[in-house]
């Protein structure tokens, strides 16, 4: 069955709305590709709230609402400081030369669109005045901004019968460590290293998240020792498998913790980190 594109498309006006109301938001626009899909989510949102918090919240509505799984990347978060309050004295007018607006140290600044095609330079001075008194600054959510987790040591103890790994981490000036034993056998101390930094970095996050290690192993990629890792990341009903690699070259321990970190770091970026104050 053939949709109009006005028909199939109806429900964006409503969940545009729906977003709207979202704690923190202030505006919410929505594009399509050309098979009616999402293809970028674009919110404004003000200060109070952390932007990780606000994408996790449209997420969330678009599954409960419409059923609609969306890619975190595919949604995009503007943080801008609101012109409230009462009326600030009159400035002096400040001196307008031609050339390029400066920009403050605040942020981005917004202008107003011009009508017409005219260059800046060729507008009255008076004009551009105006447009830089009504500027509105704002404040670009930059990807992954946390403190990724790094490897600060590696300890493995290995007997007749059984190997015990122990990883450090630190982020964000908090530290987690991770433990695991298993039978020893070949490769068993890649696989309870692995184990072992899943487990510290679920130590480092502050939301409940379950990762379990789904496979480890060494193989050769361009004549090269390679430690390949998959691990599942389960967020209530949701599991997503990422995947991790890292030469072997030197240190044959510590690359199956830069693996293990290498699938993690950047889609833990969406969650906040334990305060190193806790505990």
């Known amino acids: 069955m053939e949709w109009e594109p006005n028909e199939r498309d109806a429900w964006v006006a409503d969940a545009q709305r729906w977003i709207s109301q ?10 399509l590709d050309d ?43 503007v943080q801008v ?13 400040p001196h307008i030369v031609a050339g390029p607006v400066p920009v403050t140290p605040r942020g981005v600044t917004f202008l107003p669109p011009r009508d017409g095609g005219g260059s800046a330079a060729a507008e009255p001075a008076a004009a551009r005045a105006a447009l830089a008194a009504d500027a509105l600054p704002a404040i670009l959510v930059a990807e992954d901004a946390f403190p990724r987790p790094v490897c600060l040591s590696v300890a493995l103890v290995s007997s007749d019968r059984g190997v015990r790994a ?19 056998h070949a490769d068993s101390d890649i696989l309870c290293i692995a184990r072992a930094t899943v487990d510290a970095v679920g130590g480092l996050l502050a939301l409940p998240l ?27 009903r949701r599991t997503e498998t990422l995947l991790g690699a890292c030469a072997a070259r030197h240190n044959r321990q510590q690359a199956v913790v830069h693996a293990v970190l290498g699938a993690l770091n950047r889609r833990l970026g969406l969650f906040a980190l334990r305060e190193a104050a806790e505990g």
């Open 35 to 77: 098979h009616g899909d999402i293809a970028g989510v674009h919110v404004v949102a003000g200060m109070e709230r952390d932007p990780r918090h606000i994408v996790r919240d449209v997420e969330s509505l678009l599954k409960a609402r419409l059923q609609m799984d969306v890619y975190y990347k595919k949604i995009g978060v």
């Open 166 to 184: 122990e990883v450090r981490l630190g982020s964000g000036g908090r530290e987690a460590v991770g433990i695991a034993e298993s039978p020893n």
């Open 22 to 31: 979202i704690k923190g938001v202030l505006q919410c626009k929505i594009d």
């Open 210 to 236: 379950v990762l379990h290690l789904r496979e480890v192993r060494l193989d050769t990629i361009g004549d090269q020792a390679t430690v390949l890792v998959a691990v599942d990341l389960v967020e209530s």
């Open 81 to 93: 400081l609101e012109n409230g309050g009462a009326e600030a004295p009159a400035a002096p007018q």
